[in-house]
């Protein structure tokens, strides 16, 4: 539900024809990494905030695409 709404979402804002792949790749990226992070915050002891986890689960999608 929340990739098909981020899907929803870059397509109101990119209209463009062409670019429903391209939504569809960048909203699975997104909630994987919420995901990610939701599950580092469930199991973190300092009891950081999400947005914390969030920016660390991007960080290793970008080195991940970096080292390809």
Do not use: C, Y
Not at 2 to 7: H, M, N, P, R, S
Not at 19 to 30: D, E, G, N, V, Y
Not at 50 to 60: S, Y
């Amino acid at each position: 539900a929340l990739e098909e709404t981020l899907v929803a979402a870059l397509s109101e804002m990119w209209p463009e024809p062409g670019k429903l792949a391209s939504h569809r790749i960048a909203a699975m990226i997104a909630t994987g990494a919420v995901r990610l992070a939701m599950e580092a915050r469930r199991q973190d002891n300092k009891n950081r905030s999400l947005t914390v986890h969030v920016k660390k689960a991007f960080a290793r999608i970008d080195e991940q695409i970096a080292d390809s």
